[in-house]
């Protein structure tokens, strides 16, 4: 609304204040380069003085960009993800872009969320954690692709090098670091509970994990690896597995910190303290991590980097289309907390 008359600035109302035409000043909503500097400060301050709020809807008929991007999670309920999207929105808005932000889980029947999102939303482009399940997931990406829509992936997707670029935690990185942490306390009967079998990054964090052992001579105990899903249930009944299969371990790497947290929890139902029975390191350093009983100890994810490199990488892509795709690695660090002690 205008701050003067207190109705709707409109485009004429711009363009009288600033003293051109509309079609000027439309050239100026649209960074066309034939404008002078002078003329569009002449029109950005008229546009200011008046509050003058352009419709992102018009400029997309209009066959311009709409400044507003969208975001395809897996999950909103994540921890991560939640920090993840707040640190991609601050980028996208100091960027002047709107994030429009949908999740993935139990998509509805016959489209895609990512052709609903381009239907409706006139999308400068897509980031993404997941498109779709199995080969679905594939053949959306191909199809993104060939329509030279600017997408960003979140993760690891192998066999997309060259084509496709991406933003994602130095997974390996994390796993080895976590291992490698209670290795130099003196544990050797390292256990671990993994994310879903297939998940890229619970991939990752294992190969990081083994490597940790393999430098110091120690091999991959299968039975010292419990699968879990992410979930704090998981957490809790694979912690309970570990204790009965393998009593003697010393310590333990949950690939995340929800089920790290219920680990902690269950190793206290069956009788051992943490840490001086059994020490628990985590993945990911959520907020409830710092106030555990005890504070668990586990590797941060630099959410305000991941999502400055994600919107820089698409903004990229959508100011050059034909810009290299790119491969972006945001490196974890150790947060020592009460939950891991000297064996």
């Known amino acids: 609304m205008s701050r003067m008359t207190g109705k709707r600035a409109r485009i004429e109302d711009v363009a009288a204040a600033a003293g051109v035409s509309t079609q000027t000043v439309s050239r100026v909503l649209n960074d066309r380069p034939e404008v002078l500097p002078k003329t569009r400060q002449k029109v950005l301050g008229a546009m200011s003085k008046l509050g003058y709020e352009p419709s992102l809807f018009a400029r997309g008929l209009a066959g311009s960009r709409s400044h507003i991007i969208g975001l395809i999670a897996e999950d909103l309920s994540e921890p991560m993800m939640a920090h993840f999207i707040a640190a991609v929105e601050f980028e996208a808005r100091r960027n002047g872009n709107f994030l429009l932000v949908s999740s993935n889980v139990n998509p509805m029947p016959g489209q895609p969320i990512h052709e609903r999102m381009l239907a409706f939303s006139h ?5 993404f954690t ?42 390996t990185d994390g796993g080895y670091q976590a291992t490698r942490h209670l290795l130099e306390l003196g544990h050797h009967s390292i256990g671990m509970i993994t994310g879903p079998a297939g998940n890229s990054a ?17 091999a991959v105990d299968a039975g010292l690896i419990v699968g879990g899903d992410w979930s704090f249930g998981s957490g809790f009944h694979s912690a309970m597995r570990l204790i009965a299969q393998r009593p003697d371990s010393t310590a333990v790497f949950c690939q995340n910190d929800r089920m790290a947290i219920a680990a902690v929890q269950a190793f206290k139902q069956s009788g051992r303290t943490v840490p001086f029975d059994i020490s628990v390191i985590g993945f990911d350093d959520i907020p409830d991590a710092a106030f555990t009983d005890p504070p668990l100890t586990t590797m941060r994810q630099n959410s305000n980097k991941i999502g400055f490199e994600a919107v820089r990488l698409l903004q990229e892509l959508i100011e050059k289309p034909d810009a290299v795709p790119q491969r972006v690695e945001v490196i974890t660090t150790l947060v020592k907390r009460d939950s ?4």
Do not use: F, N
Request: proline content about 3%; hydrophobic content about 40%.
């Open 123 to 127: 999308v400068d482009g897509i980031l």
């Open 340 to 343: 891991c002690r000297v064996r």
């Open 202 to 218: 619970a991939r990752g964090r294992s190969q990081g994990y083994a490597q940790a052992l393999a430098e110091k001579g120690i």
């Open 130 to 171: 997941r498109l779709g399940e199995g080969e679905q997931e594939g053949i959306y990406l191909k199809e993104l692709l060939a329509k030279k829509m600017p997408v960003v992936a979140l993760g690891d997707w192998p066999g997309t090098e060259g084509k496709l670029s991406s933003v994602g935690i130095a997974e």
